[in-house]
């Protein structure tokens, strides 16, 4: 199975910012949604933002409009996921993931998944 591979988590005050990256095959591109899930512990995943890599256009959940931007760059094969304005609630290991679903913030039909990231947001 093909993985996806996320990086640039670490840790950072209330308040802050992180750019998220997800480097992702070539031939997935222009043909699949790229989201980005998150998962705190003891909580279940939840999708956070997803693009639609033929026209780049955007979702997010309500909990993270304004404050997270998801972009995508062909050329480099990678979309990013910016935050700002950090809260503890954010903390979690988030993970990138490709596939075509029906329900973008749905985790259920995405088929590719990479390992994760830990971002951790301290008060």
């Known amino acids: 199975q093909v993985r996806l591979a996320e990086s640039g988590g670490g840790s950072v005050q209330a308040g802050g910012s992180l750019r998220l990256s997800c480097a992702f095959p070539?031939?997935?591109?222009?043909?699949?949604?790229i989201g980005w899930f998150r998962q705190a512990p003891g909580k279940e995943r939840e999708g956070v933002a997803a693009i639609r890599t033929t026209d780049d256009s955007t979702f997010y959940a309500d909990s993270v409009k304004g404050r997270f931007t998801i972009s995508h760059d062909n050329a480099k094969q990678t979309v990013y996921l910016q935050m700002r304005s950090l809260k503890s609630e954010d903390t979690a290991m988030y993970y990138c993931?490709?596939?075509?679903?029906?329900?973008?913030?749905?985790?259920?039909?995405?088929?590719?998944w990479g390992r994760g990231t830990l971002v951790t947001v301290s008060s």
């Open positions: 993931a490709a596939g075509l679903p029906e329900k973008v913030l749905s985790s259920d039909q995405y088929t590719s």
């Open positions: 070539g031939y997935m591109t222009g043909t699949t949604y």
